[in-house]
Structure formats: structure tokens, C-alpha cells
Nanobody, 123 residues
Framework: QDQLVESGGGLVQAGGSLRLSCAAS????????LGWFRQAPGKEREFVAA????????YKTDSVKGRFTISRDNAKNTVYLQIDSLKPEDTAVYYC????????????????WGQGTQVTVSS
């Protein structure tokens, strides 16, 4: 069974850092685009960052540029999201997702989803 499992969320003060991990199992996702999305209470799920299968192409939404870093370790079938300088508005459930083809930012473009990990930033 193909699965994505996130970890690393938690409660952190504003200005702090977290490193989210998403471990894939089942199939090998090394050639897949891997992305991170987030969903705040009462809001729609939104794109955060994605990394192409080769790791050569990344894209991040403007609000996280300079603070979030996406990376992957294909040997471990894992994608990471390093989050620095956290702000209260970063509070959300963070999801990782995978798609078999090129980098896209739409929720509907992704085929595989994890269950999410909660990030809560206190002011």
C-alpha cells in the first residue's frame, strides 16, 4: 500500500523552527514531484512548496520564501520541510503530497496524500 506519513509538527513560539518529515512507503517516489500543503482552520488547503523528482526544480509560495526550505532524500524516500522564523499565521495542518509528473501547485494535481501534522505557532 502506498503511504505518505508526516511527522515533526508541534507547538512552537513565534520565531522558532520546526523540521517536518514525510516518509513514503509502498512504491518508490524518487521520480515523483513531492509537495507540501497546509490548511488553517476555516480555510482551504493551500500550496506551500514542491520539489521535482530530480530535485532540480523547487517552487515556494511567496509567503514562505526565505523561511521555508524543501528538500528530499530519495535513498530514504523522504521529503522534508524546514520551517524557520515561524509566525502565528503559519499555524495549520501541514500535508505532504506526491504526483507522478511535473511540478504543479494545485491540490487536485496530486495523487497521494499524507494524513497531516499539526503546526501551532504561539505569539
Amino acid at each position: 500500500q502506498d503511504q505518505l506519513v508526516e511527522s515533526g509538527g508541534g507547538l512552537v513560539q513565534a520565531g522558532g523552527s520546526l523540521r517536518l518529515s514525510c516518509a513514503a512507503s509502498g512504491r518508490t517516489f524518487s521520480s515523483y514531484t513531492l509537495g507540501w500543503f497546509r490548511q488553517a482552520p476555516g480555510k482551504e488547503r493551500e500550496f506551500v512548496a514542491a520539489l521535482s523528482g530530480s530535485g532540480g526544480i523547487t517552487y515556494k509560495t511567496d509567503s514562505v520564501k526565505g523561511r521555508f526550505t524543501i528538500s528530499r532524500d530519495n535513498a530514504k524516500n523522504t521529503v522534508y520541510l524546514q520551517i524557520d522564523s515561524l509566525k502565528p499565521e503559519d499555524t495549520a495542518v501541514y500535508y505532504c503530497a506526491a504526483r507522478a509528473r511535473g511540478l504543479r501547485v494545485g491540490v487536485v494535481e496530486y495523487d497521494y496524500w499524507g494524513q497531516g501534522t499539526q503546526v501551532t505557532v504561539s505569539s
